[in-house]
DNA sequence: ATCTGATTTCTCGACTGTCGAGAAAAAAGC
DNA sequence: GCTTTTTTCTCGACAGTCGAGAAATCAGAT
């Protein structure tokens, strides 16, 4: 059921798109956010003037005067209006990064990640949480969020990591990351799709607007994916389905996860691996594969090793065989390649289009357009800026209380 | 990007918001719709006072008034405001409905599917249509909406059967079953879109507002799947996927569709009948099996014979299999199952069972939920009005043009 | 027959919001 | 110093929602 509407929300939803505006293309005139809303002037005339007053944008200070006429008022994000830490935590470090409200990346550090369970993990991230504001003297009622992505699976609205590559079925819980004193809400998002939500934003910068749907895919010792489309009424959804552990090969080869036949188990690094040496396919998988060992195989292969080759095309068929599954119950859409696995894209690229070909939905559609993307960590960042800003904005204008005019 | 909204838009939103709780609560009075949209009262008679000028709703003949106090005045849809038909298509025949706009059935009759190729086929719906219209003796004008539903593959958009069974990879355009001087829209979606749709409607009923999301199996001739999920904003979204085609086992058995390994061929009908009687997999499939076939398959199959049983098994594996990836992509939810193949559950239970069990999805979450729900087509003539009165309602808010007081 | 209480509908004024037009501001050019 | 140009700001008109209370109308008590 659809909610009432009200002359109030119209406003909320006007702010909404001003401050929205001001994220994707910084600070702009007044009549530049004209334009960009498709707001009449004395409307954004009393929106600016009420975030003003609330003290989230702020006036720059005068640019150089460009051309004749009165000099145009620029807005932008106050600065210090409030702080967003993300932390992205990869198999062998944890990366935290703290940045202003107008989206400037102030400090970032990385961190081992150490040993021990989930409660010795949770607890690691909760001290250097700690760290990253006390580094930049900042009060912990100005960190407006903390945005945490891992590979894994995570609950659906709880920051909870239901299952993951290094700690299995046993769930992590993020909620306890903030202790007492932090007014700061936790959300966590698997990496991929954050990298989709990045993808998306990107196309949308393109004129003509860019694919209003895709998917990306992360090649590594793990198998991600995200989905990421524009919905009619142009808001971007993003989504992580368990790609990596949905099923290739009945009964097929052990995976990480205890279950069998998991695309992961045929397209993973360890996978690869134990392709490569032929290793039965019940082995228990190694827990990590340094990148060296595959890059190694991947040099065997360009010299003509046959079950090296034959482990990467497998790995291909894996993935293409996913795809076409993917895009029978998601639809056509382009596939972005991205990860550390993309190095060896020319060993995996016709499995893949193997793969993809046997099914009707190509037959019907044509091959997917796919494309890599080799730069993983630049996309994560980027997404998770993208996510945590559009959250905070919107807390900030539900949260706003009514501000009256100065004079009242 | 989002769109701007305005106080014109907050009253098509609360309009749309009335319309819908009389669509759903038929016959309410001024205190009930204020109740059931929470909006006040006041606001409840600008928009009925609006509503009934533009002669969309009006207020009831008086019902036995009950209890004391002013007598409620119960408002309804103009039966007469217009009229939305309603084409089935299925295998074999045809079915005309014709609705008025409160949502009663006030004509129904049956076609045989004639032989002949498309442009036979559209020009046989489009004399149909002629016909129902002048059965009535109703005006082209008020015709509202044409809803199609057939199985097959719809493109996004536009009323075209991209991928039938009856017709294959060659097009069906349904735009052109309305001639000149049709004013009305013609709209096309799968059959079993439609089921999910109305299935989702029925779970908002049940108090506690049921299951946000769902999916619809139907088993017949073909296998087809539809999916109805309830986003964040409390909209249904549903989506037809290209389940019945969706790869099964790479190189595996020859389709109608021309590809291998489908999951049609090894559920749909003709599969079932292909495997039992051990017909070569690569046999091409026969182009319609009576249902009768069917049951004899699975009369056998209950007295003890193996390769009848096995034929069942084998289907259910394919089920179970294409449904653990349906939950891997798109999320964990409940499975309602429907359509003339729900008669053999009891062959295929343990099948579905099998292939959902071996996998990652399963062992986390838990088996789906797998309900039965036989009567196919109420859920497809239920979801085609839930559908079409949606659009029709949205439409008619939309088109209304300002109307002034009358003193003005 | 009339009064009283209950219940629903209707109406009025206050408030919030958007928009277009034009006034005001401020710099560049002559 | 005046004009031109461009941008920002302000004002009044208009659309919409809401709460409060008036008006309508029936059932039952007196």
New binding site residues.
Partial sequence: MLA????????????ALVLAALRRRGRL??????DAT?????????????LERARIIE?SE?QA???????????SQRRTCGYLVVISISSDSIQYSLVDYAGTLLDRFAEPRGEGGTDAFVASISAALERVVARSSIDHDSVLLVSVSSKGLVHPGKPVLVWSPVFGLQPVDFTEVLGRGWPARVILNNETLLVAGALLEREAKKEGGGERALAALSLGHSIGLGIARRNAAGVAEISAPNFGHMLHIPNGGLCRCGARGCIEAYAGFYAILRMAFEVPMDTIPAKFVPIAEIDKIAAQARQGNRMAQFAFRQAGVALGNGLSRLLSLHGHMPVFITGPGTRHQDLLQAGIEEGLSQTQVVRLEGMPALSVVPDEPSLVFEGHLNLAFSIIDQDIILSRP?I?AAGE
């Fill in positions: 009432k509407s009200s002359t109030e929300l119209v406003r909320q939803q006007n702010s005139a007044h009549t530049e956010i004209s498709g707001l009449a002037s004395a409307t954004i005339s009393a929106i600016t003037a009420d006036k005068q005067t460009a051309g004749r006429g009165r000099p145009r008022v620029l807005f009514h009256r």
